[in-house]
């Protein structure tokens, strides 16, 4: 193949928006045997995925004024599993890489992961990351064999679809909405340690797009002003991405798409049957996310699942929220617990690390070796 020198530089939203659009509308994202493809809309907001991180970068490549190629990147401080004081590190996360079809395999992709790399670097970041579809073989060649990133976790995706009826709650478990504060309060007590968790956490939670945070718990018992806490509990809090982006499905699974369209049918002709409503994944649609999903004590699985149906029905309130997704650790028993179809979730999701320093690369290794039991997934990287 040859090699084409595109020009990168960063993206300006005036000339750029609409080309990276198209862009976005052309490259689906999944594994190269296209068993399923998600396509996002950003409408008309292509840096709207990255705009809530602290800071943060979108570059263009451009072949004379075709902008052939784009990459998103951001930064942020997070926890990472090292002895105190080095707790703390700036990561780089990678994100959004497109490059246009005909012109992949030209060295494109390489040239904006290239500078992207270089601005973190030139933002004292310590390690880079990025997120992918293990099966997707450009992907993993172009980070893992070009780019020296390391496997480091494989996180997993659960996803739900949200049916048309409510389900209903036990009325043993209260549920009670947080206050900003209470819910900073007790993420930085109760999951300040875990593994990628945010150090501006009160900037998610009072982001617009965070529509709250819940506490369930046996009723009858309480949260002490001391701050006691009950003997079992559980927390959550719920993005609104459908606010930023959409999704749509570009070719599903067999399974999957006799399934929609029989229910589909079986809701219209037989209502009496109150078939659950299979959403309609090919037009675009909105999801919830859920993060910061926390348990403590023997009935808090209970908890998390009550929570988890007092999110499906707010979703069903929301006309295009077709779908709640959330992510945990690949061992983490809390997906156990959290409802999920498997046939729409990705149980292995590929999260790749590189060391930006040199001193770094050490401690990265040390990293991979003990995966811990939970992660943090911040709902700005979705
Ligand atoms: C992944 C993607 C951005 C690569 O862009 P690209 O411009 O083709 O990448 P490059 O030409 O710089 O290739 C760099 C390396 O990636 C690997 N690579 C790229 N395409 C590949 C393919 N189809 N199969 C195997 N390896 C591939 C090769 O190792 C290549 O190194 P080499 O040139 O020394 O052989 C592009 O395929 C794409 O836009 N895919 C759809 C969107 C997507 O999946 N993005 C990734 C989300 S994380």
Redesign the pocket.
Known sequence: MGFEVATIRSYEEQSDRAQVEDLERR????P?DERLFLLTDTMGDPICRIRNSPTYKMLVAMLDKELV?VIQGSIKVVTVERPPPKDLARVGYI?G???APL?????????LVRRLEEWFVANDVDYAY???DKD????V??FV??FGYIKFRTPAILVNPVHNQPFRISSNVAIEKLKIEEAEFLYRRFMASVEFFPHDIDHVLKNKLTMGTWVAYPRGECFGSNGQVPSSWAMLSVWNSGELFKLRLGKAPLSCLIYTKSSSLMDKFFPCFKLPFLPDFFHPFGFYFMYGVHREGPMSGKLVRTLCKFVHNMATKCKDCKVIVTEVAGNDTLRHHIPHWKLLSCLEDLWCMKAMKFEEKNSLHELTKSPPARLFVDPREV
């Not at 490259?27 to 999944?30: D, I, R």
């Open positions: 490259c689906g994202v999944g190269a190629g994100l890489l497109r490059v012109h992949r395999q030209k060295g494109i992709g390489s040239s990025m997120a992918t997707n073989v450009a992907s060649e172009l064999n070009k």
